[in-house]
C-alpha cells in the first residue's frame, strides 16, 4: 500500500490584531508542526482558530507557494470569529527557518528568565504572596504584565471596563471623587480592580499615581487561563480576591435592614460578598424577570436558597449571572433555619459558579 501523502505543510503564523478576543493577544504565535496545532504557552485550543488554520494550510503549494527566503510578502488572514476575532499573517515556512526559530525560541527563553528574575524576588516580598509555593508564583508572574507609571498620571479612569486589576510592587496611589477629593491610598503590597475580574463592572472612581510607581496588571484574559489551567493559582486568587472585597465592605459600611436596590447597579457578586463579608444574619429577597429568589444567611454563610426549580447552589450559580431586577435585604431568616447549617463554603460556590458563566460564554 502507498503512504498516504501528507496534506498539511508546516508553518508558522503571528497575531497582528485582536477584537475582544477571549484567548489570544497580538504577538501569540500559531505553530503548525506534523500536523498538530500549538499556541503560546498557557492558551487553551480554540476550534474556530484550529479549524480556520487546518483550510489554510491544507495546501501548501496554493496558500504559502509565493513565499520564499527572499520573500517578505504577507498573507492577513481572521479566524472567523465567535464573541470576538483575532488577525494573523503567515510568518515563515517552518522548513525554511528552523535556525531562525530556533534562535527566536532562545531569545524568547532567555527574555522570560529575565523577566523572573526582576519579579520574582520582588512578588516572594509581598505579603499577598507569602503563602502561595515558588513553582506558582512562577506561572503567576509570567501572566501578568508589569508598568511604571510615572507621578501624577492617572492610572485608572472612571469609567473604564473593568477587564483588570492591579497590584502595587512599590510607589503609591490615590483613588479620587469626581471633585478631586481623595477617598483613600494604595501602597505598596496592595490592589485594585478586584471586582472588576468578579463583576467585569466599571471603575466608579478615578486612579492617580501619588508618586513614580510600579504595579503589575492581571487582565481578565489570563484570569480566565488561570481559572481553566492553574487549580492552585485559581483558589488563591479567588481566595484573594474575596479577602479584598471583604476589606473593602467593611470599610465602606455594612449593609442594614431595609437596604433596597437593582442588580444594574449592584452586581449579585458585590452583593453577596457585601452580606457575607458583614457577617449578616438576614434575609435576601430578590424580584427577578423570571420569578422571585431569596437567599437566607447566618452570620454572613448561606444556609439555604431557593428561585424557580431551583434549590441550594444551584440558585447562587443563577444569581450570578443576573443583570436585572430587584432585591431587598431584611435581617433575621424564618425560625425553621435557626438550626441550619452552610449549603457549602461560600468561596467555593462564587468560584464553581463564575466558572459556569465562563463556560456558558465559551459554548
Known amino acids: 500500500m502507498d503512504k498516504k501523502e501528507d496534506t498539511f505543510s508546516d508553518a508558522i503564523f503571528i497575531i497582528v490584531a485582536e477584537e475582544s478576543c477571549p484567548f489570544y ?29 487546518a483550510s489554510i494550510v491544507a495546501s501548501k503549494k496554493e496558500n504559502f507557494g509565493a513565499f ?146 510600579q504595579m503589575a496588571v492581571l487582565s481578565i484574559k489570563n484570569f480566565k487561563a488561570i481559572l481553566k489551567k492553574f487549580p492552585v493559582l485559581q483558589m488563591f486568587l479567588f481566595k484573594l480576591l474575596v479577602d479584598q472585597a471583604q476589606k473593602v465592605a467593611l470599610k465602606s459600611g455594612e449593609i442594614s435592614s431595609g437596604m433596597t436596590g437593582e442588580l444594574s447597579e449592584v452586581s449579585p457578586v458585590d452583593l453577596l460578598q457585601l452580606i457575607n463579608s458583614s457577617r449578616k444574619t438576614g434575609t435576601l429577597d430578590l424580584a427577578l424577570d423570571k420569578g422571585r429568589g431569596m437567599v437566607f444567611f447566618k452570620e454572613g454563610e448561606i444556609v439555604y436558597a431557593r428561585y424557580l426549580e431551583f434549590r441550594g447552589k444551584h440558585v447562587i450559580y443563577e444569581l450570578l449571572g443576573m443583570r436585572s431586577g430587584h432585591f431587598s435585604y431584611t435581617r433575621g431568616v424564618p425560625d425553621v433555619l435557626d438550626k441550619a447549617q452552610p449549603i457549602g463554603g461560600f468561596m467555593g460556590m462564587m468560584m464553581e459558579g463564575l466558572q459556569r458563566i465562563d463556560e456558558k460564554k465559551d459554548s
Open 25 to 53: 493577544s497580538v504577538g501569540d504565535e500559531i505553530k503548525v508542526e506534523s500536523s498538530g496545532l500549538t499556541m503560546s504557552a498557557y492558551k487553551p485550543g480554540c476550534l474556530y482558530l484550529a479549524g480556520k488554520i
Open 68 to 213: 520564499s527566503k527572499v520573500s517578505v510578502q504577507k498573507s492577513r488572514y481572521d479566524c472567523g470569529g465567535c464573541v470576538g476575532k483575532i488577525f494573523f499573517e503567515h510568518k515563515r515556512d517552518k522548513d525554511f527557518a528552523t535556525l531562525q526559530m530556533k534562535l527566536l525560541e532562545e531569545a524568547e527563553e532567555i527574555r522570560r528568565k529575565k523577566h523572573l528574575e526582576r519579579y520574582f524576588g520582588v512578588m516572594r516580598a509581598l505579603n499577598l504572596f507569602k503563602s502561595l509555593e515558588d513553582d506558582s508564583l512562577r506561572d503567576l508572574i509570567m501572566l501578568l504584565e508589569f508598568k511604571s507609571i510615572p507621578f501624577g498620571k492617572v492610572v485608572v479612569k472612571k469609567g473604564t471596563p473593568g477587564t483588570n486589576f492591579f497590584i502595587i510592587l512599590r510607589g503609591l496611589v490615590e483613588r479620587k471623587a469626581d471633585d478631586g477629593s481623595q477617598l483613600a491610598e494604595i501602597g505598596e503590597g496592595e490592589m485594585f480592580g478586584e471586582m472588576s475580574l468578579l463583576s467585569t463592572e466599571p471603575f466608579v472612581h478615578s486612579i492617580f499615581s501619588v508618586k513614580t510607581t
